[in-house]
């Protein structure tokens, strides 16, 4: 078999992997819809592991490569591990970065200015990629087989930095200047052995990559505390109303002096055959020990993002989403007829589970009681007599159908695509959005309820901006199977049951691998996103659908994120992502069938200090590990408890920390 291997791929092409603050991982999902088992026993996981370790920290979501190889013709041949027969050796390559500290700084896809970086006092004039200083760049790391592991990336950041000035507005720990309008001295301390992530082998070589601890941290005395200062300063906007430099600049995902333990970056592979073959997924290896040039058709990438706190939940938009919307030929179903429980079903699923996490889907709140989508409210498309009529093809359904497709927002403009409001790709300006097929105002009564990645619609008007896509829309593939729907062009199917990864057939195994590792995600809104940015959207950044396109040096991609990745964590606490952090939680009782919510997050932070609702910018970085998975509660049969046809998710496994009384004195 092994003569017929003429190539080889790593799959997924684009993995996830997901922080975490204890020492012990689980290998992330690896077939579409399987929820993984987080290890361990007696805890609510799908098969009664816990999502914490014995101390209650939270355990890191490790994303698994592995080797396919593919004959002449580009047919799979086999998946290539130690254990197949086929070769003698394996050698793993990888190289990621954190660039958030050197890039540009975020300010919004509709105001991107490319003369704006992060830091700037420090090396400016160069572009991002040239700021050595301000990059965490561990270097290239090998794993082969047989090679105990785990192979630990370190690097340094604000390295050779002395002194510097920063905006006297800015907040500071434990210091306020005399006059705010003045700039402030600060002293750096270069921050060492920062851990960006460890390379081990599973028991077949395939390659396992464990994500940082999740740590973050300021290198500046004083210290600059993780705010927002158009809140803080001359709010709501800031000074000049949000034309100064400070409210973007310098917000909570720009701040100054800080990094964080994410990454973005190369995974390659070198393989020799049994007969001695050496094939490689990088250009120009002839043998083991060359360095090669990357080929972004075979080779990986990874990404390291904060944790899903909601497993079992998923985004009405994912990246994956995205992935099918830039590269449409690469959307599996493009020639299939729509059919109800493959296409337009989980949509209705997913906007449901917003119940049990979001205020404004919950309908807790009086501005959206009988409005929403939990238990006992009119969105609640789950219930068993609104699925009979929403699965069926006929006329008599027909108005119901239409009234819903009525309800669900379209991207602006005549292609009904996100990217097209936003051209050309970064580091250019953005310009289209300027033109008059994108002008229109916002409807808040259109769904998804969701802010968008124009950001959120009452800051863009306190602003004056009159931005498109400041709410979330699906994707043109999404809407046009649920026009195909409302219009009765569709076949209904059945509700199918997800397929472990180990009973696919082999040649479906490379685009599971794929799909999964971006199913769990968030495809929008992007201001700047959780796992990937808005670049996602771009052809332009990608070789192929799934595959990071050459030019893209590690790190550069997910620098466009959040720096620190806590502050937008918590900024994002309303109508952003609440499938990953929920904006609140509920407790559940099965015999009155009522249930009781509290916000997610809550408690007290390291001081003693309650948590705060709406300035707890600098408490994240402390209560981010600590606060509550929210998970389906279980029946005997081995099901989960469902209330009005949907399933109830409960708040569970809280680090008990969070709970304890405040300090004395306060």
Not at 99 to 122: C, H, T, V, W
Not at 380 to 402: E, G, V
Not at 526 to 555: M, Q, S, T, W
């Amino acid at each position: 078999m092994s003569e017929s291997i003429k190539s080889i791929r790593i799959h997924p092409g684009i993995g996830l992997a997901r922080l975490g603050d204890s020492d012990e991982f689980y290998i992330g999902p690896e077939a579409p819809g399987i929820v993984v088992d987080p290890g361990g026993s007696g805890g609510p996981g799908p098969k009664g592991g816990t999502y914490r370790d014995s101390r209650a920290r939270l355990k890191r979501q490790a994303q698994r490569y592995r080797v396919y190889g593919y004959d002449a013709d580009g047919k799979v041949v086999a998946e290539l591990t130690s254990d197949s027969g086929l070769i003698q050796s394996m050698r793993w390559r990888v190289h990621v970065r954190n660039m958030k500290a050197a890039n540009y700084a975020f300010q919004g896809a509709y105001l991107f200015d490319p003369d704006e970086l992060r830091n700037p006092s420090i090396q400016p004039g160069k572009k991002p990629g040239e700021r050595d200083k301000l990059i965490i760049d561990p270097g290239v790391h090998t794993i082969s087989s047989g090679q105990a592991g785990p192979v630990v990336m370190k690097g340094d950041v604000f390295t050779g930095i002395e002194k510097g000035t920063l905006p006297g507005a800015l907040r500071f720990e434990g210091f306020t200047p005399k006059d705010t309008s003045k700039e402030v001295e600060v002293t750096y301390k270069a921050a060492k052995d920062i851990e960006l992530g460890q390379l081990r082998l599973d028991d077949q070589d395939r390659l396992l990559f464990v994500p940082a601890p999740g740590k973050g941290e300021c290198v500046t005395t004083p210290k600059v505390a993780l705010s927002n200062p158009s809140e803080t300063v001359d709010p709501p906007n800031g000074p000049e109303n949000g034309k100064n430099p400070l409210t973007n600049q310098f917000a909570y995902f720009n701040i100054p002096g800080w990094w964080d333990d994410t990454c973005g970056g190369e995974i390659d592979v070198t393989v020799t055959l049994k007969d001695g073959t050496v094939l490689s997924t990088r250009d120009n290896v002839k043998s083991v020990g060359d360095e090669g040039t990357r080929n972004p058709r075979a080779g990986a990438w990874i990404i390291t993002a904060p944790p899903k706190f909601a497993p079992h939940m998923y985004h009405v938009v994912s990246i994956l989403d995205r992935v099918y919307e830039a590269f449409p030929e690469a959307y599996p179903y493009a020639k299939q007829k729509t059919n109800f429980y493959r296409d337009v079903y989980p949509i209705f699923a997913k906007a449901v589970n917003y119940g049990w996490v979001s205020i404004e889907a919950s309908g807790v709140a009086p501005e959206t009681k009988n409005i929403a989508h939990g238990p006992g409210q009119p969105g609640n498309l789950l219930l068993p007599q609104y699925l009979s009529l929403l699965a069926d093809p006929s006329d008599q359904s027909k108005p119901i159908r239409q009234r819903i497709y009525g309800l669900m927002r379209h991207a602006p403009g005549k292609n009904g695509r996100l990217v097209d409001s936003l051209l050309p790709a970064p580091p250019q300006r953005p310009t289209s959005w300027k033109n008059e097929e994108f002008q229109r105002a916002e409807d808040s009564k259109q769904m998804p309820k969701l802010w968008g990645t124009a950001g959120k619609p009452l800051q863009n008007q306190q602003l004056g901006n009159n931005f498109p896509d400041q709410f979330l829309s699906l994707t043109d593939w999404q809407l046009n199977h649920m026009k195909n729907w409302a219009d009765g062009n569709f076949e209904v199917g059945t509700l199918q049951e997800p397929v472990p990864f180990d009973e696919l057939p082999l040649a479906e195994q490379p685009h599971a691998l794929d799909s999964s590792a971006l199913e769990p995600t968030i495809g929008g809104g992007f201001h700047p996103g959780i796992e990937f940015p808005y670049l996602i959207i771009y052809r332009e950044y990608f070789a192929e659908a799934f595959r990071v396109g050459k030019d893209n040096e590690p790190g550069s991609i997910s620098a466009y994120m959040s720096s620190p990745w806590q502050g937008d964590f918590w900024s994002c606490n309303e109508a952003w992502w609440p499938t990953q952090r929920p904006d609140i939680v509920f407790e559940y009782d099965q015999k009155t069938q009522t249930r009781t919510y509290k916000e997610w997050f809550r408690g007290y932070d390291a001081d003693g200090e309650p948590l705060s609702s709406t300035d707890g910018y600098h408490q994240m970085a402390y209560a981010w590990s600590k606060l509550g998975m929210v998970l389906p509660i279980k029946t005997e049969d081995g099901g989960f408890l469902k209330d009005q046809g949907a399933i109830v998710f409960v708040e569970q496994e809280r680090d008990p920390a969070l709970n304890r009384p405040p300090a004395k004195g306060k």
